[in-house]
């Protein structure tokens, strides 16, 4: 991981397994992390973050993004705001992929700081 990212090259060469989501980790400091995510689905899978909050800013695509109990459409240049423990995730997304460079304070374990909000298994992310 370097300090300087051309995140439109990153996004357009992106790729996962079938069923998968790809992340690319992009920086882990002190007291943040951020990782451009890149989803293929209807929907992201809701959750929340218990202990960290979360800036997210669309890179490609446009879908729409459910903060709380607010449904907004989203598009490339859009910034979206998640504070801490607020159910959120992708709800649709529109004809094609939608990638999101996405921020969170403090640093972050996918694997262990997210709580999904329906039962059964987790969407499946793959690390690129």
């Not at 992929?97 to 999904?116: E, G, N, R, S």
């Amino acid at each position: 991981m370097g300090n300087f990212h051309r995140l439109a090259e990153i996004v357009g060469s992106m790729s996962a397994e079938a069923g998968a989501a790809p992340v690319k980790p992009l920086a882990r400091g002190e007291f943040a992390g951020a990782a451009i995510v890149r989803l293929g689905g209807a929907e992201g899978g809701l959750h929340r973050q218990p202990n960290h909050e979360e800036l997210l800013i669309v890179i490609e695509g446009e879908g729409e993004i459910r903060v709380g109990d607010e449904v907004r459409s989203v598009r490339p240049g859009d910034f979206v705001f998640v504070p801490r423990n607020a159910v959120h995730g992708t709800v649709s997304t529109r004809e094609g992929p939608i990638a999101f460079l996405a921020i969170l304070t403090p640093q972050f374990d996918l694997t262990k700081d997210v709580v999904w909000e329906k039962s059964g298994a987790a969407p499946r992310f793959e690390m690129v």
